[in-house]
């Protein structure tokens, strides 16, 4: 198994531009969640969602939109990059039984100039 | 106010001690989740340990033990014979209910560093 699977790895973009973070597990789990990292702090919640076809906001959703076709993909989107948006982003998914665990991607470092 | 707080920002322990990493929460869920990663400098975040609130014993993994004082709001971290590949950041998080969301809030991370 491939676990969680997220590309780019790297990218940067110039302020305006938009672009889609790609994420993909093959664990069958219903949940995932997409997260940032600014430097030197936890992660905070962009978005998440309970299955195909179900999203929702977290504590961060602003400048974001997600969608959820499959189980299996979960991109992110930007839209109007701004400097602000400078992060390191992680996908995981989530597996409820027999015990919750979250499985995270290897992260895509993002720098808007 | 924070969800979730890790009041120490760096920690060192020698090789072979014991480590204790602290975690406090605030919610007014009777059902939340609490959770332990794992973050080296390489910078994937490793899951270590998951304890439910309604769990009646503390959840242990390996050299991980979550010391979980429910009436205190806390889920501190023990890291036994600590060995220097544990030296990372370690990030406390909490799930609040599946029912109201499933939200996840993350701590600002304890910086642990293994003295050899």
């Known amino acids: 198994n491939a676990g969680v699977t997220q590309t780019p790895k790297f990218r940067i973009l110039k302020i305006g531009q938009s672009m889609t973070l790609q994420c993909t597990q093959d664990?069958?789990?219903?949940?995932m969640y997409w997260y940032r990292q600014d430097p030197g702090m936890g992660l905070k919640l962009i978005y998440y969602?309970?299955?195909?076809?179900?999203?929702d906001k977290g504590e961060v959703p602003n400048g974001y939109n997600v969608s959820r076709s499959t189980t299996e993909d979960f991109p992110l989107r930007l839209e109007l990059a701004a400097p602000s948006q400078t992060s390191v982003y992680f996908c995981?998914?989530?597996?409820?039984?027999?015990?919750?665990?979250?499985?995270f991607g290897p992260g895509t470092r993002l720098l808007v100039l | 106010a924070q969800k979730i707080t890790q009041t120490q920002p760096g920690m060192f322990v020698q090789e072979k001690e014991a480590v204790t990493l602290d975690c406090t929460y605030d919610?007014?869920?009777?059902?939340?989740?609490l959770f332990w990663y794992k973050q080296p400098s390489s910078g994937e975040m490793i899951f270590l340990i998951y304890?439910?609130?309604?769990?009646?014993q503390n959840a242990t993994e390996g050299r991980y033990s979550l010391n979980f004082q429910k009436a205190r709001k806390s889920a501190n971290l023990v890291i036994s014979a600590s060995q220097l590949g544990d030296s990372a950041m370690y990030f406390c998080?909490?799930?609040?209910?599946?029912?109201?969301?499933?939200?996840?809030?993350f701590g600002t991370g304890t910086s642990l560093t293994v003295i050899p």
């Open positions: 995981a998914s989530h597996r409820q039984s027999p015990q919750e665990t979250q499985y």
């Open positions: 304890q439910g609130s309604y769990d009646q």
């Open positions: 998080a909490m799930r609040e209910p599946l029912y109201t969301g499933n939200q996840f809030y």
């Open positions: 664990m069958n789990h219903n949940y």
């Open positions: 919610t007014s869920d009777p059902s939340y989740g």
């Open positions: 969602s309970v299955g195909a076809g179900i999203t």
